[in-house]
C-alpha cells in the first residue's frame, strides 16, 4: 500500500506551481520518510498550536453561536444550561492536538447530542477498534500503563505497523489524547480524552479479555456497579471470579499481565461510577474503592495466601486514612493463582 501511495502523492510535488492550497488529512499518520518521501515540502500542521482547534469546538464557541442548542438541550432534559454544559465538558471535551491548549469538543458527537437532544456515545458507534484491540494483545500491553503513558513527539508522530509499541496509533486514532506536557524534557503524559471515549473503549475490550459475551458487557458491569454499592462483597467478588472464567491456555505464560488487565478493565468501568484508586505492581494490586456508603480496601496477590493479602492491608495501614470518614471500612485480601487461572480465595475483615 506504502509503494502505490508514494507515486501517487509525489505527482503533487510535480505540479506544485499549480497548487495554492492543499489539505491533507487522515486517521493514522505516516513519516514522510515512507509515504510522503516523494512529497518532501509538507508542512506537517498536527501538533502546532496555531491549528490546535481547527478540527474541533471550543468552549467558547458553544458559548458564543451555539448557546441555542444547549439551551435547547437543557430545556429537553429538564436541567439547567450550566448543568447541561458540565455534562457536555465530561463526555466530549478534552481533546488537546499541543501542549498548553484549550480543550476541543468532538464536534460529531456534539452536533449529534444538539440535534437529538439527548447524551449519547456517538463518536463510538461510528467504528469499532478492532485493529487497536489486536494490537494491544499482541504486543502484550499492559492496558494500565496506557492510561498513564508519558511519551515524546517523536513517538506521537511515528508509525509502524511492525511496532510493539501500540500508544502512536492509538494517540492518533483518538482514544487517547495529551494531559500534560514537560517543558524540561519534552514528555507528554496522555489519557483518556473524555468519559466518551474512555467507557466505549474500555467496555470494548472486556470481551475481548474476559468470557463475558458482547452482548452481556453492560449488563454485567451494571450488576457488578449494584453489588458494589450495597456492600455485596462475595457477590461481585463471584461475578469478577466468572470474568477469569476460561482463561485461554496459551495465556498461561502471560498470566499475571492478563489479571493485571481484566483487573484494570472491570475497575475503570466501575470508576465511571464509583471512585476508584488503583496502583499496580509487580505480583500484586492494591485498591480503594468508594461508594456512598462503602470503602473498599483491596489487596490483590498472585500467587501467595488471601490472608497474606488482608494481613498487607493492615501492617501497611492501607485502610487508616478513611478511620474517621464515616462510611464503613471493608479490608479484602485476595489471591489469584496461576494454577486455577482465577482467583482462588478472598478473606474479608470489618
Not at 23 to 39: A, C, E, N, P, R
Request: with cysteine; charged share 25%.
Amino acid at each position: 500500500m506504502r509503494s502505490t501511495l508514494k507515486p501517487f502523492y509525489g505527482v503533487l510535488k510535480t505540479m506544485d506551481g499549480c497548487i495554492r492550497f492543499a489539505l491533507l488529512t487522515g486517521v493514522t499518520k505516516f513519516g514522510k520518510v515512507s509515504v510522503f518521501s516523494d512529497l518532501n515540502n509538507l508542512n506537517d500542521i498536527s501538533m502546532d498550536e496555531p491549528y490546535a482547534g481547527i478540527c474541533g469546538i471550543t468552549e467558547e464557541e458553544i458559548r458564543g453561536q451555539l448557546m441555542e442548542d444547549v439551551q435547547n438541550l437543557a430545556a429537553s432534559q429538564g436541567t439547567t444550561i450550566e448543568v447541561a454544559m458540565r455534562e457536555l465538558k465530561t463526555r466530549y471535551d478534552g481533546y488537546h492536538f499541543a501542549e498548553n491548549t484549550v480543550g476541543i469538543y468532538n464536534p460529531f458527537s456534539l452536533l449529534n447530542t444538539f440535534a437529538k437532544r439527548k447524551f449519547d456515545d456517538y463518536w463510538f458507534e461510528t467504528g469499532t477498534p478492532t485493529y487497536l484491540v489486536e494490537l494491544l494483545k499482541r504486543t502484550k500491553y499492559n492496558l494500565y500503563d496506557m492510561a498513564h503513558t508519558e511519551t515524546d513527539a517523536s513517538v506521537l508522530n511515528s508509525i509502524d505497523a511492525a511496532s510493539y509499541n501500540p500508544i502512536p496509533v492509538i494517540y492518533q486514532s483518538g482514544y487517547l489524547t495529551i494531559k500534560a506536557y514537560d517543558p524540561e524534557f519534552g514528555v507528554y503524559t496522555l489519557g483518556f480524552p473524555n468519559r466518551e471515549v474512555e467507557e466505549g473503549f474500555v467496555k470494548y475490550l472486556l470481551p475481548y479479555y474476559t468470557s463475558v459475551n458482547t452482548v452481556d458487557t453492560a449488563f454485567e458491569i451494571q450488576r457488578f456497579v449494584r453489588e458494589v454499592r450495597q456492600g455485596d462483597v462475595d457477590a461481585f467478588l463471584e461475578r469478577l471470579q466468572s470474568f477469569f472464567a476460561d482463561t485461554p491456555y496459551e495465556l498461561a505464560r502471560d498470566l499475571e499481565l492478563h489479571y493485571q488487565n481484566v483487573l484494570f478493565i472491570v475497575f475503570r468501568l466501575v470508576g465511571l461510577y464509583t471512585q476508584v484508586e488503583y496502583h499496580t505492581n509487580r505480583g500484586r494490586i492494591d485498591l480503594v474503592l468508594k461508594t456512598d456508603r462503602y470503602i473498599y480496601v483491596m489487596e490483590f496477590k498472585l500467587d501467595g495466601t488471601a490472608d497474606e493479602a488482608l494481613r498487607q492491608i493492615e501492617e501497611k495501614g492501607y485502610a487508616e486514612p478513611f478511620a474517621h470518614d464515616g462510611r464503613q471500612v471493608i479490608k479484602v485480601g485476595v489471591n489469584f493463582s496461576s494454577s486455577v487461572k482465577n482467583i482462588e480465595r478472598w478473606v474479608v475483615a470489618g
